[in-house]
């Protein structure tokens, strides 16, 4: 989201994460464009194995299909008149006919998106399709026969291995920087706005700008796509990518209708923390409270009405907002799931059969 209030023009975003500190999308920079193609070394005989290290082969293999994307958009200025912003990200050529991955930040609010190619055109994309809860898009362009990068496989990562992160740091300027470093960690989960993000730890530098680029591995296969760091004073090396597998599945859904389908329980709730955001107080030592329900959705159906408290659902208990959502995510619509729920002090239990959110 751009706000006008920033100085520079900025659609990263700042949010509060589960390890208490501070998330800084990687796509915001001052929308300076720079130079879009990289000057390339002169051509030498021979290359040493000392040189010619993984770090090299990988930004080799990848590089080329590693672009960037500037994201044109219209913000409100003090005085709310409308103004033309701009930021950018990087993106990831997967399919050598145009289609390109990126971050869902990198392109919010767009209204109109070019891409910048590692020869040097600038194209104009068109977005195929989004997922705001994983932060995944999908932009095409008109061009054939583009360099594509292999990916690989997150499920077969390892703690310690090398990880090469290829982006457009601070935009354009810098289009096509290579920083390397290891996995750090797997399976972490960063909470943003009441939804988790399922992402892999590095500590190779990711800074403004890398959103939407490549993390490779030392055989120049693409294991995720860069998202997100820590921003704080007294934390360096902290970035996060979502892992491939996950990309290769929503990409797939994006490509096939142009967005994700997801079930959903249909009710609106609370915990003792968001109720204390919004001046309530939530006097339950267990569950969520159901502030309102969706009439005809799957739990109005079931029989859940406002006021029930959610104890469990499934074998899951659920005491946060999140236990809830990360639940149902984790199911399939037309899934039928045991939601235990207290109701003037009496617990009982219901099937619910999930449906596709619309």
């Not at 955001?277 to 309102?292: A, C, F, M, P, T």
Request: aromatic share 4%; hydrophobic share 40%.
């Amino acid at each position: 989201m751009y706000r006008s209030k920033m100085a520079k023009k900025c659609f990263a975003g700042v949010a509060g994460m589960m390890l208490v500190a501070t998330v800084l999308f990687g796509g915001c920079t001052d929308g300076q464009a720079g130079s879009a193609a990289q000057e390339k070394p002169a051509a030498s005989q021979e290359i040493s194995d000392a040189r010619n290290t993984p770090v090299v082969r990988a930004a080799k293999a990848v590089g080329p299909a590693v672009v960037g994307i500037t994201n044109k958009a219209v913000a409100r200025d003090w005085f709310n008149n409308p103004v033309q912003v701009e930021g950018a990200g990087s993106g990831v050529i997967f399919r050598k006919d145009g289609y390109i991955v990126t971050n869902n930040h990198v392109i919010s609010g767009a209204k109109e998106i070019i891409v910048s190619l590692s020869d040097g055109r600038s194209l104009s994309g068109k977005l195929v399709g989004a997922d705001e809860l994983t932060d995944l898009a999908v932009v095409k362009v008109d061009a054939d026969d583009l360099p594509t990068a292999e990916l690989g496989d997150s499920d077969d990562i390892m703690v310690g291995e090398p990880a090469i992160a290829i982006g457009n740091p601070m935009g354009l300027e810098f289009q096509g920087s290579v920083t390397s470093g290891v996995i750090s960690a797997l399976n972490r989960s960063l909470e943003i706005d009441d939804r988790v993000l399922k992402v892999v730890q590095t500590d190779a530098a990711i800074n403004p700008g890398n959103s939407g680029g490549a993390l490779v591995n030392a055989d120049g296969k693409v294991i995720g796509i860069n998202s997100a760091k820590i921003a704080r004073s007294d934390i360096e090396g902290m970035g996060f990518a979502i892992p491939i597998n996950t990309v290769k599945d929503i990409v797939n859904e994006l490509m096939t209708s142009g967005k994700v389908t997801r079930p959903y329980l249909g009710v609106g709730i609370f915990d003792k923390e968001t109720a204390g955001r919004y001046g309530y107080i939530l006097n339950v030592d267990k569950g969520v409270y159901i502030e309102s329900v969706t009439v005809n959705g799957p739990a109005y159906k079931a029989g859940l009405r406002r006021g029930d408290i959610i104890l469990s659902i499934g074998d899951k208990e659920t005491n946060k907002v999140s236990d809830v959502r990360n639940t149902i995510l984790d199911s399939k619509v037309g899934d039928s799931v045991k939601v235990k729920y207290e109701r003037n002090g009496n617990v009982s239990t219901v099937d619910v059969a999930l449906e596709a959110a619309s």
